[in-house]
């Protein structure tokens, strides 16, 4: 079997998802880059069941290279994301405050220094069908220079140099999402974070990773 670290990966990131509930049902999904290979959580299977046989390996064009199931329905926006960028690992989720966030603003604003996490202002990518390429299209173009953008009235996405990375965003975003909400929600004036002060943050989040 091909990519079994990989499989077990995404299998484990899947769980993950669930028992955070940051997705409902079968909602979102997971996968990793390895060279022109994506290594995908399958469509419409339960997370709880959901084995390292479940996941789906395909090329770059969506062709299966191995694996019985299909692929998650949203595989057109993981194949631009990695065509438009070098991450390596992608997580996509229905969470409640990114989700109920990306209904009322196109953008989030930066409250919090935690948006040093993600290269900036976090856009939200336009509308668009589950699954189609107009929608993948709108997500690469959100995620220019960022590690997360959010879907309108859909979810979030995630990315990463590794799969530890995207996933380690996921509950960051979520909190985020929610503390905005929570600002929104006293329909006071907010203060903002200057794109200024932000690079210092981001410069010393460098810094410390290294
Ligand atoms: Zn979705």
């Given amino acids: 079997m091909l990519y079994l670290h990989e499989r077990q990966a995404v299998v484990d990131a899947c769980k993950f998802l669930q028992e955070k509930h940051l997705v409902v049902g079968t909602a979102g999904n997971v996968s990793i880059r390895r060279d022109d290979d994506i290594i995908i959580s399958p469509s419409a299977v339960e997370y709880s069941h959901m084995s390292v046989t479940d996941i789906v390996v395909v090329d770059m064009s969506g062709n299966i290279v191995e694996g019985k199931l299909k692929p998650s329905s949203e595989l057109p926006f993981h194949i631009s994301i990695y065509e ?67 879907l309108a009235n859909h979810g979030a996405v995630t990315v990463g140099l590794d799969i530890k990375g995207a996933i380690g965003l996921v509950e960051y975003l979520e909190y985020l999402c929610d503390v905005e909400l929570k600002v929104l929600a006293t329909g006071r004036p907010a203060k903002v974070i200057s794109p200024a002060e932000l690079d210092k943050v981001i410069a010393k989040l460098d810094t410390y990773r290294q």
């Fill in 84 to 150: 438009s960028t070098n991450y390596q690992a992608i997580v996509h989720t229905h969470a409640p405050a990114s989700t109920a966030l990306s209904v009322v603003v196109d953008e989030i604003p930066i409250t919090h220094y935690y948006a040093a996490l993600f290269g900036g202002a976090i856009r939200v990518a336009p509308y668009a069908l589950y699954g189609s390429d107009e929608l993948a299209v709108h997500i690469a173009k959100a995620l220019e220079g960022r590690t997360a953008a959010l």
